[in-house]
């Protein structure tokens, strides 16, 4: 079976050439522009591929429901050009084969569950902190959807007494990306994230936000990992102080082994797939598709 994938990003698109086992035999990428240019290297890379299906990891709020007369849409981003646009209804019409469609998120969650850190489990999330924060779940063995699907990185938080900046979000100021998402670190310490030394006291408040945040997810899904993926998760010191918080948060309300201290850096953990947890993530919702 030969394979196609689209990691449809705001910044940029990923388009890849892979098979069932995950392989990938050939990609590319060029920057997201308007609908029109993007789509057109899209088209100039399949259109010689002969694929048998395809899967389109993109960035939200998108329509994933097949029932809805909008599924296919990237719906009401503030990207400028994308809105209400059919991505999926004009990648059908070229090349008549199923397209799985479902969020970045999503599709770095199912890519971890068939082949990387979650493999095997029916229950995880999957979390990029970027430019924004976004998760995708799985649960029972599926992945969530619902009324549209989750936008985890919009749940309010309680801000640190010590933190003063105002939150950066436009519709809730200080939910979880308006007070974690890298331009959020950015806006309140006045300084590039990437820049920021290891020892800054950033990364402290950083996983303060994350861990509470993965408290509640926790609580409301019962995931049995939680994954962390995203450019501000390059700071691997994150991950020990995030397990601290963590811990300090649950307070020992929910008591599994998986969660003490001696197991918990294999509870909250990197992808296995790093970077490419998103290009495999949009090839394992095509090899969704042939197990259909
Ligand atoms: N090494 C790093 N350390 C800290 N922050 C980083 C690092 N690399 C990138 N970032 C921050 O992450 C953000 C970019 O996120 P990412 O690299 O995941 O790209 P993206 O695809 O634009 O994000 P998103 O997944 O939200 O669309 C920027 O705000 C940047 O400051
Ligand atoms: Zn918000």
């Known amino acids: 079976m030969k394979l196609g994938a689209i990691e449809a990003g705001g910044t940029k698109f990923v388009v890849c050439i892979g098979n069932e086992k995950g392989e990938i035999f050939d990609r590319a990428s060029f920057p997201t522009e308007t609908p029109e240019k ?93 430019t924004g924060v976004g998760g995708g779940a799985i649960v029972g063995g599926k992945l969530v959807h ?51 030394d290891e020892n800054h006291p950033a990364w402290d408040l950083e996983a303060y936000y994350i861990a509470q945040a993965l408290v509640t997810y926790t609580l409301t899904l019962s995931p049995e990992k939680i994954i962390l993926g995203g450019g501000v998760m390059h700071q691997k010191q994150l991950f020990p102080m995030i397990h601290h918080y963590f811990q300090t948060y649950l307070n020992n309300y929910v008591q599994k082994e998986e969660i003490t201290t001696n197991r918990i850096k294999d509870y909250i953990v990197y992808p296995m797939l790093g970077d490419n947890a998103g290009v495999v993530g949009a090839l394992s919702l095509a090899i969704s598709a042939l197990k259909k």
């Open 38 to 130: 993007t789509m057109k290297h899209v088209f100039a890379y399949f259109d010689d591929k002969q694929i048998d299906a395809m899967g389109v990891a993109c960035f939200g709020p998108i329509d994933p429901n097949p029932e809805s007369s909008t599924y296919g849409y990237i719906t009401t981003t503030p990207k400028e050009g994308w809105q209400h646009f059919n991505i999926v209804g004009v990648l059908e019409e070229r090349y008549h084969i199923p397209i799985i469609f479902d969020t970045d998120v999503n599709g770095a969650m199912l890519g971890e569950t068939y082949f990387g850190a979650a493999k095997g489990l029916s229950n995880a999330l999957y979390l990029t902190i970027g």
């Open 146 to 196: 619902g009324l549209v699907h989750p936008e985890m990185g919009h749940i309010l938080l309680r801000v640190r007494e010590d933190d003063t900046f105002s939150g950066n979000c436009p519709y809730h100021a200080t939910c979880f990306e308006g007070l974690a998402a890298g331009p959020a670190i950015e806006a309140r310490w006045n300084k590039s994230a990437k820049e920021l």
